[in-house]
């Protein structure tokens, strides 16, 4: 059975912001159910599930680990243990200021950030999902409040 902590559940069930880094707003927009672990897709699952359930969703940019790192196993000690995260986040926040993008709180992935091919290529160089992401791109393009939950059910 797949568990996440008490107070992580109580925390995704708050009123709160979810916390999001800013490259994790691409991996969102493909995810289908694949993850470091069972733990952290069920968590992306989770987090994905309570921003398409609000009525305008709420997030905010967060610097280093986020609410969808919390059930990461390449999270130690609350930093990223992973190569590349640092490097994603600062594209996809040159991709916003590029777009004149400067709020830190969102209710929706601003145009600037829709997946494309492009924006693939220029914010995710050498992300072991690029591949994954590259399949499913072109599922990401009616995104309602700029969330999409994908199930097996509508990806094939």
Same mark, same amino acid.
């Given at each position: 059975?797949?568990?996440?902590?008490?107070?992580?559940?109580?925390?995704?069930?708050?009123?709160?912001?979810?916390?999001?880094?800013?490259?994790?707003?691409?991996?969102?927009?493909?995810? &289908?159910?694949? %993850? +470091?672990?069972?733990?952290? &897709?069920?968590?992306?699952?989770?987090?994905?599930?309570?921003?398409?359930?609000?009525?305008?969703?709420?997030? #905010?940019?967060?610097?280093?680990?986020?609410?969808?790192?919390?059930?990461?196993?390449?999270?130690?000690?609350?930093? /990223?243990?992973?190569?590349?995260? $640092?490097?994603?986040?600062?594209? &996809? #926040?040159?991709?916003?200021?590029?777009?004149?993008?400067?709020?830190? #709180?969102?209710?929706?992935?601003?145009?600037?950030?829709?997946?494309?091919?492009?924006?693939?290529?220029? /914010? /995710?160089? %050498?992300?072991?999902?690029?591949?994954? /992401?590259?399949? &499913?791109?072109?599922?990401?393009? $009616?995104?309602?409040? %700029?969330?999409?939950? +994908?199930?097996?059910?509508?990806?094939?």
């Amino acid at each position: 059975m797949i568990t996440l902590s008490d107070a992580h559940l109580e925390h995704l069930k708050s009123e709160r912001p979810v916390r999001l880094r800013s490259h994790h707003l691409l991996c969102m927009q493909t995810f &289908v159910g694949n %993850g +470091y672990s069972e733990a952290f &897709v069920e968590n992306m699952k989770q987090v994905l599930a309570r921003l398409a359930a609000e009525a305008t969703p709420g997030f #905010m940019l967060a610097e280093g680990a986020d609410d969808l790192c919390a059930a990461c196993p390449n999270l130690v000690n609350g930093q /990223c243990t992973s190569q590349n995260p $640092g490097q994603f986040d600062a594209l &996809v #926040m040159k991709c916003l200021s590029t777009a004149g993008e400067k709020a830190r #709180m969102m209710t929706e992935i601003p145009p600037s950030l829709r997946m494309t091919e492009e924006l693939l290529e220029q /914010c /995710c160089p %050498g992300c072991e999902w690029k591949d994954l /992401c590259r399949e &499913v791109c072109g599922c990401a393009s $009616g995104l309602e409040h %700029g969330i999409t939950i +994908y199930t097996d059910d509508n990806h094939n």
